[in-house]
Antibody
Framework: EVQLLESGGGLVQPGGSLRLSCAASGFTFSSYAMSWVRQAPGKGLEWVSAISGSGGSTYYADSVKGRFTISRDNSKNTLYLQMNSLRAEDTAVYYC??????????????????WGRGTLVTVSS | QSVLTQPPSVSGAPGQRVTISCTGSSSNIGAGYDVHWYQQLPGTAPKLLIYGNSNRPSGVPDRFSGSKSGTSASLAITGLQAEDEADYYCQSYDSSLSGSNVVFGGGTKLTVL
């Protein structure tokens, strides 16, 4: 079965750290870019970070640049998000998402064709 | 404030047709970047509904259709059903932002009356 399963969420104090994991199955993990997308309680979706299939290229939203690090272990079919210096505004459900990137001359087209169930991160004292 | 603008809510009776708009600018939709749509049923993860402006993934009913023109895009749902009640998000790519290149609309809550 094709699926993504996140883990690692929980309650952390402001300034603390947390590492999220996403286990992939049912597809050739190393062939696809992967992303993290978050959703604050009652709010919309916000793209957080992405990584290429090989892991050689990484991308971050301005809101997390310098604090979060995305990585992957293709031998374990697992995606990670290391979150440091956490703030209250980082409180959200974090989804991992299989990312399709279509590269054409005029533009790159990104979209997310498979999502995990999400893991809740709460930053509070 | 989202880069892509959607109406906060729309509603329709069973069997009716509704549309959800997604308005961008010359740095995203107007620059030629594709628009994609996601459906998020209550308490669940988002699901890809439309990709590449108008393409449906396998398993998505043909009651759902997408279109794009200029700096805007639209999602149309015909033959509205109770199970369509959900939040809908548009998504594209933006070339003007330094890091947050992937952008979402703020979401539209569809209520089936």
């Amino acid at each position: 079965e094709v699926q993504l399963l996140e883990s690692g969420g929980g309650l952390v104090q402001p300034g603390g750290s947390l590492r999220l994991s996403c286990a992939a199955s049912g597809f050739t993990f190393s062939s696809y870019a992967m992303s993290w997308v978050r959703q604050a309680p009652g709010k919309g979706l916000e793209w957080v970070s992405a990584i290429s299939g090989s892991g050689g290229s990484t991308y971050y939203a301005d809101s997390v640049k310098g604090r979060f690090t995305i990585s992957r272990d293709n031998s374990k079919n697992t995606l990670y998000l290391q979150m440091n210096s956490l703030r209250a505004e980082d409180t959200a459900v974090y989804y991992c998402a299989k990312t399709v990137i279509v590269v054409v001359i005029t533009a790159d087209h990104w979209y997310f064709d498979l999502w995990g169930r999400g893991t809740l991160v709460t930053v509070s004292s | 404030q989202s880069v892509l603008t959607q109406p906060p809510s729309v509603s329709g009776a069973p069997g009716q047709r509704v549309t959800i708009s997604c308005t961008g600018s010359s740095s995203n939709i107007g620059a030629g970047y594709d628009v994609h749509w996601y459906q998020q049923l209550p308490g669940t993860a988002p699901k890809l509904l439309i990709y590449g402006n108008s393409n449906r993934p396998s398993g998505v009913p043909d009651r759902f259709s997408g279109s794009k023109s200029g700096t805007s895009a639209s999602l149309a749902i015909t033959g509205l059903q109770a199970e369509d009640e959900a939040d809908y998000y548009c998504q594209s790519y933006d070339s003007s932002l330094s890091g947050s290149n992937v952008v979402f609309g703020g979401g539209t809550k569809l209520t089936v009356l």
